[in-house]
């Protein structure tokens, strides 16, 4: 039983579960990076037009992705239950399809005629237009990389995070290698530019979702999970939408307050959006690390849920942070006494302004030392109340936090109190702070509530 189990033990299990992930979410950021990389060797505006088409993708992919992250705590719960926990776990990961399908067709008009839209916001009307059609094809490819989510918590809640890694890794490499072939016409291909990365994004989505689906049927044969999909469960469906738009809304806040910190910075110049996003870039791949315990976490608590197992849930969370601050110090001494190295790896040596952009880097990464601890803090925390199923109140928590405190602090520190973009990251992490700091506070809470109810529960028995 968990509850008996040893500090050392709860390490070992979480580490086991979370360092996949971690690799997992690493891979997926690498698709990211070569996306990227590859189209600004091929052509400015299509990057350009890639990083619009990309930020309209990614608002529809954060908020949809609330659905599959409500499926990982309760298969989690569901799978401590026996023969019961089975139909349960069954009926919930379909019904996780179901609204993942639902808000991948809602958000289909918006990518068809995303053109206008964009024009409407002001963009370059030829970069919108290529946007859309980049959009066109890459809204198809949404539908498969919900599934593939739906089915990645499905298999993390059962403990097969090893699997993820390899076909994270694996459709980092297809996509990179079509990107190649299609982007630039390699190997007879016709050269499609920015529309062939949309081809080579939907090819390695519908891969990963094909593998995991396969993979999911031959290990767990007995639970069904695609037997009769097309029939409803409106029990299930009304349990998985009531914990996923609170996610999904909470994901875009965070993501949101990145986005008004990328803007603040770009009002300040150019080259302190160039640090910017150097140090976002270095900050979020550190930051896949506390994402991976994150999970992990959720994993655990839902378990030990499933099993109204209150100390093994409390010595699980206790690991849990004590883990993610031991990464947050790792990373703060790295930050901190290597930051040129760091911001140095981003920049041509024979860039004019490298100077400049390394005097404004080092001075971010600074901020960014102090960030990790505030971002891994709040990250778990919101992990560990996704596996007790609590999430209306921690949606609250992080909307307060991060625009009623960060996005203000952001901007005034950044602008009338003259800290130009030091100030605003320091804004963004005092943001962070509160949102840890008040998480942490509500799992306490909670944890001491489920502990008072079995009590309860003994005692009447």
């Known amino acids: ?7 050392a033990g709860h390490a070992k299990a979480i580490l086991l579960l979370g360092l996949p992930l971690v690799g997992g979410h690493l891979a997926q950021m690498a698709i990211q990076i070569t996306d990227t990389l590859m189209m600004g060797w091929y052509s400015v505006p299509g990057l350009a037009a890639m990083v619009l088409a990309g930020t309209f993708w ?4 954060i908020f949809s992705i609330g659905f599959s992250q409500a499926v990982l705590p309760l298969v989690a719960e569901a799978s401590e239950r026996g023969e019961e926990g089975v ?3 069954r009926r919930v990961t379909r ?3 179901w609204l993942s399908a639902f808000s991948w067709a809602a958000f289909q008009p918006a990518f068809w005629y995303s053109g206008p839209i964009l024009v409407a916001l002001g963009q370059d009307p030829e970069l919108a237009a290529m946007a859309e059609g980049y959009l066109r094809i890459a809204g198809l490819a949404l539908l498969p990389a919900l599934l593939t989510m739906v089915m990645k918590s499905y298999l993390s809640a059962l403990e097969r995070t090893t699997v993820l890694l390899w076909i994270a890794i694996l459709a980092a490499v297809v996509n990179v290698f079509l990107n190649w072939v299609l982007i630039f016409g390699k190997l007879g291909a016709p050269e499609l530019g920015l529309v062939g990365a949309a081809w080579a994004s939907l090819t390695g989505h519908l891969l990963s979702a094909l593998l995991l689906g396969l993979y999911a049927v031959r290990i767990f044969p007995e639970h069904g999970i695609f037997h009769r999909l ?8 009304a349990q998985v939408a009531r914990l996923g738009w609170p996610i999904g809304l909470t994901l875009l806040a965070e993501v949101g307050l990145f986005a008004f910190s990328s803007l603040l910075m770009g009002w300040i110049g150019t080259i302190a959006l160039a640090a910017h996003g150097i140090a976002i870039q270095i900050a979020s791949a550190t930051f896949m690390v506390h994402l991976g315990l994150s999970n992990a976490a959720t994993i655990r608590a839902g378990k030990a849920l499933g099993r109204a197992d209150e100390p093994g849930l409390r010595r699980g969370a206790a690991v849990s942070i004590t883990l993610s601050i031991g990464w947050a110090l790792a990373t703060m001494v790295a930050y901190l006494v290597f930051p040129a190295f760091l911001v140095g790896l981003f920049v041509d040596p024979a860039e ?14 600074a901020m960014a030392a102090l960030f990790q601890l505030f971002d891994g803090a709040q990250v778990t925390a919101m992990g560990l109340l996704r596996g007790v199923q609590d999430m209306r109140v921690p949606m609250w928590i992080a909307a307060v936090s991060y625009w ?10 950044g602008f009338p109190a003259g800290w130009g973009g030091m100030g605003v990251w320091f804004g963004l992490a005092m943001g962070l702070a509160v949102a840890g700091v008040l998480l942490l506070w509500r799992f306490w809470g909670r944890s001491v509530r489920i502990g008072a109810g079995q009590a309860e529960a003994a005692a009447l028995a």
């Open 1 to 7: 039983m968990d509850h008996q189990m040893t500090y």
């Open 58 to 61: 990614i608002v529809a992919f």
């Open 87 to 89: 139909q349960r776990l």
């Open 95 to 97: 019904m996780g399809f």
């Open 230 to 237: 097309w029939r409803g469960d409106g029990e299930a469906l």
């Open 352 to 365: 004019p302004a490298r100077d400049a952009i390394l005097a404004t880097g080092v001075g971010l990464m």
């Open 404 to 413: 009623g405190v960060g996005a203000p602090l952001a901007w005034a520190l």
